[in-house]
Structure formats: C-alpha cells, structure tokens
C-alpha cells in the first residue's frame, strides 16, 4: 500500500523527501563551486564585492543611483543588478552617474529565478572591466527570502528594510539579517506617515546577529548617506564563508 503522505518512493525505496534534500545538495554544492570560482577572480583583481538583498521596492536602485553619483570621481564602481525581466535598473543607475558600469542580469534566461545565484554571476562578470574596478556592488533580485541561501563570492552582505514595509519583519525572516553584515533602515523620511519603531528593528536584529551593522538612511533626503558611503570606503577584502 502506497503511504499516506505519497512520499514514499516505490522503486528504490527513497522518500521524495529524501531526494529533495539531495537536489538541494547537488544545486549548494555547484553553486558553492561557482562562488569559489567567482571568490577567486574577485581577489586575483583586487576587488571587493557587495551582495545588497532586500524586498522589492525597499529602495536598493534608488540608493545605487546616489551611490554611484557620489562615488563617480571617487573610486571606480561597478553594478551587476539582477531582476526577473527589464533592464530598468541597470538604466537607472546608468543615467544617474554617467559612465558608471552597470549590467543587468535578466533571470527570465534562468527559469525566471527569484534570486540570482554563483552561476549568473560568473556569467555575467565577462561584461564588467575588472581594471575598472574597485568594487563590485551586487543588487539582488527583490525578495527576503530566497537571496540569503546562496553565496555568490562576495566579501558582504547588506540588507535593506523599507519603513513602508513595517517594523515586524526582521523576526518574521530571521535567515536574511542572519546572513548580513549591515542592515540599512530606508526611506527614513517616511516614518510620520508609518508606525516604524527602528530601535525595535535594530534590538531584533542584534538578538539574531549581536554583531550587525545598523544605519538608517533615506535616499529622498539624503539622511544617513554619509555614514553609508563611509561604509563602502571602509570595505575590507575579508572574505566571508556562507556554508
Ligand atoms: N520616500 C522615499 N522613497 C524612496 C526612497 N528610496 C526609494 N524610494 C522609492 O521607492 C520606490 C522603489 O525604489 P527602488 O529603488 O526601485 O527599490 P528596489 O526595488 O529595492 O530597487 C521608488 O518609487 C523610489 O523612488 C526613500 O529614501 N524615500
Ligand atoms: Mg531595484
């Protein structure tokens, strides 16, 4: 008789459950590859590598379009934005700062993928001029969720929460501040409009990672970029490993 859960594989005895567990092994283990891969690259030309994960509509573009205007005579920055279709963000940030290289990875070539993973990268990276590089920011595709699983060799990880979005949700996706280096509280200059508590923010990500970064920032205003950019000029090229 079948089992009830219709988990149970007939042939070879192994669960589909089981199998699951092994896919998801394969899909880290040649993700894990490709990541080293990129990792290596990374350092072989002397580059830092920021992996920025967040909902969509947390304000990622919209912070990468000040970024890179600020950064325009600074030092050399490079942007890899990944959507499931449009190339609308890498434009954005095109004809914000001219000159700035800045490539999009389209995900509907990859299954239309909620994440981008090790494998688009290291695809994508033969259209960034690594002499021209110092560092490489990485927007993610938007999504809390999926992103934090999959390390693509960068240095760091910076989550983004919007004010709109609602002062529950570090809690409520616990893996993603987990993973990141830096939280950055966005759109501060909403928050008369919004019930957003950021010290209760900023308590419940330190219970899930004592030592997170925190900044609060609003890329309407101007608040808190400084602090930001400081953050970007102080990168160091430690690598972080994210078995
Ligand atoms: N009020 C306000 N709006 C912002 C801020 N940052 C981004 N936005 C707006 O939020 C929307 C989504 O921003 P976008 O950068 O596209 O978010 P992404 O999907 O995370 O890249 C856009 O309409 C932006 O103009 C901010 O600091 N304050
Ligand atoms: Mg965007």
């Not at 700035?100 to 990276?125: F, N, P």
């Not at 990880?157 to 609602?166: A, F, H, I």
């Not at 970064?213 to 490993?241: F, N």
């Amino acid at each position: 008789m079948a089992s009830l859960s219709g988990r149970h594989h007939p042939k070879d005895g192994t669960s589909n459950a089981m199998k699951k567990i092994e896919i998801n092994k394969d899909l880290k283990g040649e993700n894990q590859e490709y990541a080293a891969a990129n990792r290596e690259l990374f350092l072989k030309h002397g580059m830092k590598v920021v992996n920025i994960m967040s909902s969509p509509g947390s304000g990622k573009t919209a912070l990468l379009e000040k970024t890179a205007a600020h950064f325009q005579d600074k030092l050399k920055l490079a942007v890899l934005v990944g959507d499931i279709s449009t190339n609308r963000d890498a434009e954005r940030i095109k004809l914000a700062a001219g000159g700035v290289q800045s490539e999009q990875i389209v995900t509907e070539k990859y299954g239309s993928a909620c994440h981008l993973d090790a494998r688009m990268i290291s695809e994508a990276l033969p259209r960034i001029d690594f002499a021209q590089t110092d560092i490489l920011v990485i927007e993610n595709v938007g999504n809390l969720v999926c992103p934090a699983g999959l390390y693509l060799g960068e240095d760091k990880r910076v989550v983004l929460l919007s004010v709109p979005e609602g002062d529950d949700k570090v809690k409520k996706y616990p893996v993603m501040f987990r993973e990141a280096e830096l939280l950055l509280i966005t759109k501060m200059d909403l928050i008369c409009a919004c019930d957003f508590d950021p010290k209760k923010v900023e308590a419940e990500a330190r219970e899930i990672k004592g030592e997170i970064e925190v900044l609060r920032l609003s890329a309407k205003t101007g608040e808190g970029l400084a602090e930001w950019y400081q953050w970007i000029d102080r990168l160091e090229s430690r690598a972080t490993s994210y078995e």
